[in-house]
Antibody, heavy 117, light 108 residues
């Protein structure tokens, strides 16, 4: 059974870079037909797609965040990562990593990242 | 960007009743690339429906999806206690992929 687990700091200072890693077990991120993505949810609010990296390594970013986002993968570790630069309080959210096929098929449990000094 | 508008915002029903949730898109969604998710407090969302009408693995048949173009519906027959949650629609036909704002199904 596929499992995804987010890891990274829970507190980031304003203007710094948020960095998260998703470790995938039970399946290879190089497997075709899937993207591996990041989705966030501010406390008490709805869901926003941040972007994804495909099985072949191509990336897609939400235009609203594109100037600040980098998503990469490490196939040797079966991990993919998110970097979001110049964060503000508006970036405080639960960040989910996910496997994306026809819809978001599998989700990590999510990790709360708070932006505060 | 495709904007998804869900209605109603909150649905108050009793166990055993039928729930009907609406998701309307600001422009046509091609190939019915629309999904529905259920989210309970403190949990990640769970995929219920993809392709507008196909149930995801392990989803009970009391959940059904329908629609095409700009109007989509999620129906839940005979609400069970565990079905009271927030439901989101999402389109994946056009980038950026977008979600609706959610419908809360609460116990009346």
């Amino acid at each position: 059974q596929l499992q995804l687990q987010e890891s990274g700091p829970g507190l980031v200072k304003p203007s710094e870079t948020l960095s998260l890693t998703c470790t995938v077990s039970g399946g290879s991120i190089s497997r075709s037909n899937y993207h591996w993505g990041w989705i966030r949810q501010p406390p008490g609010n709805g869901l926003e797609c941040i972007g994804s990296v495909s099985y072949s390594g191509s990336t897609y970013y939400n235009p609203s965040l594109e100037s600040r986002v980098t998503i990469s993968r490490d196939t040797s570790k079966n991990q993919f990562s998110l970097k979001l630069s110049f964060v503000t309080a508006a970036d405080t959210a639960v960040y989910y990593c996910a496997r994306v096929g026809a819809g978001v098929v599998d989700w990590g449990q999510g990790t709360l990242v708070t932006v505060s000094s | 960007e495709i904007v998804l508008t869900q209605s109603p915002g909150t649905l108050s029903l009793s166990p055993g009743e039928r729930a009907t949730l609406s998701c309307r898109a600001s422009q046509s969604i091609t190939n019915s690339q629309l999904a529905w998710y259920q989210q309970k407090p403190g949990q990640a969302p769970r995929l219920l429906i993809y392709g507008a009408s196909s149930r995801a693995t392990g989803i009970p048949d009391r959940f059904s999806g329908s629609g095409s173009g700009t109007d989509f519906t999620l129906a839940i027959n005979r609400l069970e206690p565990e079905d009271f949650a927030v439901y989101y629609c999402q389109q994946y036909s056009s980038s950026p992929w977008t979600f609706g704002q959610g419908t809360r199904v609460e116990i009346k």
